[in-house]
């Protein structure tokens, strides 16, 4: 069974940083894409950032210069280290797998249960 457990959310004033990480367990195929997602109050789940079996990384537009993403394959952990924050960053961050060898926007086949990211101005 496939388990993702993400940590590291809190509260940060606009400019901070944080690190999220997702423990990854019980996915043993050597494809992937791997993901992070957000949902903001109100509003509809949004892509921010995936990384594939080629280590290719692709990210949202307003997260691109300040938001990392990166995988410890040893580990079977995934990091998001995000920069700047702004108060428009504040959502739950959900991590997410998909069964695939390279990420093409489809919806990911595991979600993680999420962690707030709360940024304030």
């Known amino acids: 069974q496939v388990q993702l457990a993400e940590s590291g959310g809190g509260s940060v004033q606009a400019g901070g940083s944080l690190r999220l990480s997702c423990v990854i367990s019980?996915?043993?195929?050597?494809?992937?894409?791997m993901g992070w997602f957000r949902q903001a109050p109100g509003k509809s789940r949004e892509w921010v950032a995936s990384?594939?079996?080629?280590?290719?990384?692709t990210y949202k537009d307003s997260v691109k210069g300040r938001f990392t993403i990166a995988k410890d394959n040893a580990k079977n952990i995934l990091y998001l280290q995000m920069n700047s924050l702004k108060p428009e960053d504040t959502a739950m961050y959900y991590c997410?797998?998909?069964?695939?060898?390279?990420?093409?926007?489809?919806?990911?086949?595991?979600w993680g249960q999420g962690t707030q990211v709360t940024v304030s101005s």
């Open positions: 019980g996915y043993t195929n050597s494809h992937f894409c």
């Open positions: 990384i594939d079996t080629e280590s290719t990384t």
């Open positions: 997410t797998v998909e069964a695939i060898f390279r990420c093409v926007g489809s919806w990911p086949d595991y």
